[in-house]
């Protein structure tokens, strides 16, 4: 009788221990790191209707503190990296961003990183981490057009929407997504198309990829670029990128520039030529010139929309320049950069203009 009642005792007290074990697991919320760069979500102004106001004022503990909501979908975990207006992005804040993002990413109950980020070069470092995470895990970038201290002030409401995407499992495998005014952007093809709107950021080429409704994401397509653990890019031993500067096209540009850059001893340039990535003709000599002696040229569009395509007007093939395809000049230059850690053949280049 004894012995009965105390396996019955037994019994009773396991599946205890796994009805609360599993319960636990249930209410269990999935661990989400907030890595804070600055920008004008952490802004502050005079008064709440100024224009004018402070980008990267306040930090990561204030801007979390602001959406008390996010406790009820996830874990978060704040870190601030830099406090800086985006315009003060460079490669090497980049690259720290990079190794700190893989590291967080291997850790299992982790399941994504949001980065608060000014607007200006958001979409450069959004491409960037595109290249160079090694994870399917979600990482998603916000910012906000108002700063925090203003009426109807955006972040908030992005901040709590970027965890929200980053919680849902269909967000996984989408690449690096660029996350503001409800629509979610891919990180090759998200740009920021006015100065002061805050539905700045488009997708000029393809559209979104998809919008928050209720707190969850509706994808409706998937980029189809190589990106994350499709790339073939690993930053984890590098601590700077070659250098490569932009020059842009015009009526009337010449050689001034491109002469500037070479004898600074750039790595590569991206034109920002007009209509298909035209350059005047003294441009392109000297352009022609750098390529001869080493020097990575890829020829872009300083217009919105639209590919860069190879030997239309120019015969790129001779002159042993590649073309951007649908990257624009500022993330043309984010993947020379990087290609360049590869390879410095042209065709080599041109494929990874074709691929990513
Ligand atoms: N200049 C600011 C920045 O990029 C603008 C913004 O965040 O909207 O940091």
């Not at 993002?101 to 608060?116: P, S």
């Not at 002030?153 to 997504?177: F, I, T, W």
């Not at 990106?227 to 015009?250: A, C, K, Q, W």
């Not at 590919?307 to 790129?316: A, F, I, L």
Request: net charge negative; charged share 15%; aromatic share 8%.
């Amino acid at each position: 009788m004894i012995h009965f009642l105390s396996r019955s005792f037994l019994f009773s007290a396991i599946v205890l221990l796994l009805s609360t074990t599993f319960l636990a697991a249930q209410t269990q919320k999935p661990t989400v790191y907030i890595l804070a760069t600055g920008g004008t979500i952490a802004g502050t102004g005079s008064s709440s209707t100024a224009a004018q106001y402070k980008p990267g004022d306040i930090g990561v503990e204030l801007l979390l503190a602001a959406v008390p909501e996010l406790s009820e979908i996830a874990e978060v975990k704040g870190e601030q990296v830099v406090n800086i207006s985006s315009q003060d992005m460079t490669t090497q804040i980049w690259l720290s961003l990079a190794h700190r993002i893989n590291e967080i990413l291997l850790q299992e109950h982790v399941a994504g990183v949001v980065i608060t980020h000014g607007t200006d070069t958001q979409e450069e470092t959004a491409y960037f981490l595109n290249l160079t995470v090694k994870s399917h895990k979600p990482v998603v970038l916000t910012g906000s057009m108002r700063p925090s201290t203003a009426l109807s002030a955006d972040g908030p409401r992005n901040l709590y929407n970027a965890v929200a995407c980053v919680v849902a499992p269909e967000s996984k495998g989408q690449g690096v997504m660029l996350l503001m005014d409800d629509r979610i952007l891919s990180a090759d093809d998200v740009s920021k198309t006015h100065t002061l709107n805050v539905s700045t950021f488009q997708s000029p080429n393809y559209g979104p990829i998809g919008y928050m409704y209720d707190g969850k994401p509706i994808f409706i397509r998937s980029s189809h670029k190589r990106h994350s653990l499709h790339s073939e890019f690993d930053v984890s031993t590098l601590n700077d990128l070659p250098r490569v500067e932009i020059i842009m096209g015009y009526a009337g540009a010449n050689d001034l520039f491109i002469r500037a850059a070479v004898q600074a001893g750039v790595k590569g340039i991206v034109y920002a030529g007009v209509g298909n990535g035209n350059a005047p003709a003294a441009a392109l000599e000297a352009l022609a010139a750098a390529a001869q002696q080493g020097i990575a040229v890829v020829r872009s569009s300083r217009l919105p929309s639209g590919p860069s395509t190879q030997g239309n007007e120019v015969d790129d093939n001779r002159l042993g320049f590649a073309a951007s395809w649908m990257l624009n000049p500022q993330k043309a230059r984010v993947l020379l950069m990087l290609a360049l850690t590869k390879t410095t053949d042209y065709q080599e280049i041109q494929r990874m203009f074709w691929e990513y």
